[in-house]
């Protein structure tokens, strides 16, 4: 994430730093849902996704960053579709 926000800061055109510069085009993201369940479902996702790819991959190290157990972990990556 440094690294990210110095290349920005290097090549931003103008004084500020946009989404752009860092590599988040508003443009092309997808509205975020008004269900709720959806919702919650989407940021869970999220949530179980960079816990796993922090530890690379290690579901005890996930579950503990997201504090959570193993069991409980196992049964929501079951839930959002997650192998």
């Known amino acids: 994430?440094?690294?990210?926000?110095?290349?920005?800061?290097?090549?931003?055109?103008?004084?500020?730093?946009?989404?752009?510069?860092?590599?988040?085009?508003?443009?092309?993201?997808?509205?975020?849902?008004f269900n709720l369940r959806q919702a919650r479902e989407n940021a869970e996702r999220l949530a179980v996704g960079r816990a796993l790819a922090h530890s690379d991959g290690s579901i005890a190290q996930a579950a503990e960053l997201l504090g959570i157990t193993r069991p409980t972990l196992y049964d929501l990556m079951a839930k959002i579709g997650m192998k």
């Open 1 to 33: 994430m440094e690294n990210i926000i110095k290349r920005a800061t290097i090549m931003a055109d103008g004084s500020q730093i946009t989404a752009a510069d860092l590599g988040l085009d508003a443009a092309h993201a997808e509205p975020q849902p």
